[in-house]
């Protein structure tokens, strides 16, 4: 009889264990069936894309129950035509156009660029959306025939990097994990002082400067706040700083960066044919002087006036091709070569700034090939432009040095604590010992 009881107890244990392991399988499978299944329909939701199921906004307009779809303009589409193949009349489309023109030029639609439409619940164009940048997109409203420009909104923040030229200037800013258009922010700085587009391997850089964010991304440069560069054996700094008479870049001891003349008449190229009093000239076939420096580029680069001043002759001969020559004061003067074109303007009596374009890269006259041969005369005598001592730029007033110098010491010790834990600078402790000294 005991025997029994403890057999029976044993067999309702062994149900209830049953049970509750049934139960707990239910439950698994239950859960694991519900996952998938939210996991199917949200695949679903997300391979429909025109047909939102869930309240969403999609710029800034509430979807909920409307479809939508984006593609881009094509190859000679116009604006009319994007929104006639729409069933949109051509009535409300002119009116569109009229009521907008203020906001929006129908001419600069671009191939390319991103294209929205959203329909309401009949299936009619509600809302077409032109998004052709980062910063802005436009917002036609079909019933209203009326259009606005929305802006997105900008953060701004601070970004460090360091990089080593192992190969061209391009290579080290993709090694470094920079977009190349931060390039520009260095030629800002550095364009008086160090020819950015001639660098040599072994060159290192290091830069703190302002990164532009729009909805969570990196879209591009601001301003450069420092930078140190090192070509060869000579370190270059520049610093942002601001007073009601400059507004720029200065170097350790407070000096602008900004000079009277560019390093170079070129940014993409190369220097071919150096100053050389005895070169053999390769179309004459004899030693003939080459009193300039050629710099190799692609046909159509373009070429800029080193420094402010007044041209003096933009005309042509058999050997110069199409030229320029600059009148920059009573001491400095120079010329550009074998043009394919002159600049916008450009003819004998026109005052240029420093940067601007004069001509583009040809091989008119006798060149083998496009290149811009760059002179340089000094009190009317032809020099070599990169051994010249050129004169300086005015100074700081005093009374804003010492205000400079704080913001110059803190953002210095930022680029050398940078530069001592950058697998780029190779002796980054040597660096900051050097310059300490100045």
Not at 203 to 231: C, M, P, T, W
Not at 388 to 413: G, H, N
Request: aromatic share 12%.
């Amino acid at each position: 009889m005991r025997k029994r009881r403890r057999q029976g107890h044993s067999k309702g244990k062994g149900i209830l264990l049953f049970s509750l392991t049934l139960l707990a399988i239910t439950a698994i499978l239950s859960w694991s069936f519900g996952e998938k299944s939210e996991t199917a329909k949200n695949k679903e939701i997300a391979q429909l894309g025109t047909l939102p199921i869930v309240s969403q906004l999609y710029y800034d307009i509430d979807v909920r129950n409307k479809k939508y779809c984006d593609r881009r303009v094509e190859q000679n589409e116009f604006f009319a035509d994007i929104l006639l193949k729409e069933g949109v009349p051509y009535e409300k489309i002119y009116r569109l156009v009229q009521n907008g023109e203020d906001i929006f030029d129908v001419r600069t639609l671009r191939v390319g660029k991103d294209l929205s439409f959203i329909y309401n619940e009949d299936e009619e164009l509600e809302t077409l959306i032109y998004d052709p940048s980062a910063y802005y997109y436009y917002k036609f409203n079909i019933e209203e025939e009326s259009v606005v420009k929305i802006e997105r909104p900008v953060t701004k923040v601070i970004s460090r990097a360091t990089g080593r030229i192992e190969s061209s200037m391009w290579n080290a800013i993709i090694d470094a994990g920079l977009n190349p258009g931060i390039a520009q922010t260095m030629e800002d700085a550095f364009a008086w002082s160090v020819d950015m587009y001639h660098v040599q391997k072994g060159d290192e850089f290091s830069l703190i400067f302002e990164e532009e964010i729009v909805n969570g991304q990196k879209v591009n440069y601001g301003k450069l706040i420092a930078g140190h560069f090192r070509a060869g054996e000579a370190d270059h700094y520049a610093f942002l700083f601001n007073t009601p008479k400059h507004n720029g870049y200065f170097d350790l001891k407070g000096r602008p960066m900004k000079k009277a003349f560019l390093k170079s008449p070129v940014k993409y190229g190369r220097i071919s044919s150096s100053f050389n009093r005895k070169r053999f000239h390769p179309i004459l076939k004899r030693v003939r002087p080459h009193l300039g420096t050629d710099y190799a580029a692609a046909y159509g680069t373009p070429i800029l006036a080193v420094a402010a001043g007044t041209v003096i002759k933009a005309s042509y001969t058999r050997g110069n091709g199409r030229y320029v020559k600059i009148k920059h004061d009573d001491t400095y003067t120079t010329q550009y070569l074998h043009m394919s074109k002159y600049g916008k303007g450009i003819k004998s009596g026109t005052r240029v700034k420093q940067g601007q374009v004069i001509g583009y890269v040809g091989s008119s006259g006798l060149a083998t090939g496009p290149h811009v041969c760059f002179r340089f005369w000094k009190n009317g005598r032809q020099v070599n432009h990169l051994r010249e001592k050129l004169p300086p730029p005015e100074p700081m007033p005093k009374e804003y040095l010492p205000e400079y110098f704080k913001v110059k010491d803190r953002l210095k010790l930022e680029l050398d604590e940078l530069e001592m834990n950058s697998p780029h600078f190779k002796d980054g402790e040597q660096v900051q010992e050097e310059v300490a000294e100045i």
